[in-house]
């Protein structure tokens, strides 16, 4: 099954992806904050990053440039989560593949 990774401090929102991706049959890995993120990363190559921007203790713009600057996590995709559009414009610059606004359900790739 492909790995995905859900980077996100908010408990009910993290639980949310996380079952929404088992159920489209991947295996999940969660975190709730940069640090734990990077640890996960260190061991695993998820297929795709699910990354809240606003995080207590960093920006997930933090574990967005990690999975940018590790060769092995070249291919990983990743969608920010935001709905500030400040972050959005700061997480451009690290070249993610998409954006979800948690305000109201959108993407844009």
Avoid at 22 to 35: D, H, I, K, P, Q
Wanted: with cysteine; proline share 6%.
């Amino acid at each position: 099954m492909p790995l995905a990774m859900v980077v996100e401090d908010d408990q009910a929102l993290r639980q949310l992806f996380g079952k929404a991706l088992e159920r489209a049959e991947f295996n999940v890995l969660l975190a709730s904050n940069v640090r734990d993120a990077v640890a996960l990363l260190a061991d695993n190559t998820p297929e795709i990053a699910f990354i809240d921007v606003n995080m207590p203790g960093g920006l997930g713009t933090d574990v967005l440039g990690y999975i940018k600057s590790i060769p092995r996590l070249a291919q990983t995709k990743t969608v920010i989560v935001t709905a500030i559009t400040r972050r959005r414009a700061e997480s451009t610059l690290l070249g993610p593949t998409c954006f979800s606004s948690s305000r109201f359900p959108s993407w844009k790739c």
